[in-house]
């Protein structure tokens, strides 16, 4: 191969916000030639939220948990890789699991790309500090470039009141 691929990470958890990054790395920023890897997080959202811990002791309740997490997560992935195809993207979706900022940078470093896209959901200062921003991680920690892409509408306005 004469030329390397240029390979670009975008993160995503399966959210609009994820969808929205790569629709604008499709129309903004993909060149032919570069090959898009989609890092999804996969989320187990019944069992981060302590729901097991509430189980007392049925083995069998928290398989089929953790089974209807799978298919959740299978089905994320299948339609990121539908996407990529629509949008006439060459590239795979890699799912990985762990807390999302760091195993989106491992990942990135793993398969040496050149920059990392992703979604930002417009949280407010004060949740962001609370809650903590995987758009926010990246920036921070990455060693490559980071383009974060926000939707239209949660720009905050800044108008005559001070409740921002």
């Known amino acids: 191969m004469a030329e390397e691929k240029k390979v670009v990470v975008i993160a995503s958890d399966g959210s609009d916000h994820a969808k929205l990054a790569l629709q604008k790395y499709a129309t903004e920023f993909y060149k032919p030639g570069d090959f898009a890897v989609v890092v999804y997080v996969a989320t187990y959202t019944e069992i981060s939220y302590g729901s097991v811990a509430l189980i007392p002791g049925d083995p069998a309740l928290v398989q089929r948990i953790v089974e209807s997490e799978e298919i959740k997560c299978t089905e994320v992935v299948k339609k990121l890789s539908k996407?990529?195809?629509?949008?006439?993207?060459?590239?795979?979706?890699?799912?990985?699991n762990g807390e999302p900022g760091p195993a989106i940078l491992?990942?990135?470093?793993?398969?040496?790309?050149?920059?990392?896209?992703?979604?930002?959901?417009?949280?407010?200062?004060?949740?962001?500090t609370i809650m903590g921003s995987v758009s926010d991680y990246l920036v921070h920690?990455?060693?490559?470039?980071?383009?974060?892409?926000?939707?239209?509408h949660h720009h905050h306005h800044h108008g005559g009141d001070s409740h921002s």
């Open 83 to 96: 996407e990529l195809v629509d949008l006439k993207i060459e590239g795979e979706v890699v799912r990985v």
């Open 106 to 128: 491992e990942k990135a470093k793993d398969l040496k790309a050149v920059y990392i896209v992703v979604g930002s959901r417009g949280l407010g200062k004060i949740r962001r």
């Open 141 to 152: 920690h990455a060693h490559i470039p980071v383009v974060v892409c926000k939707s239209e």
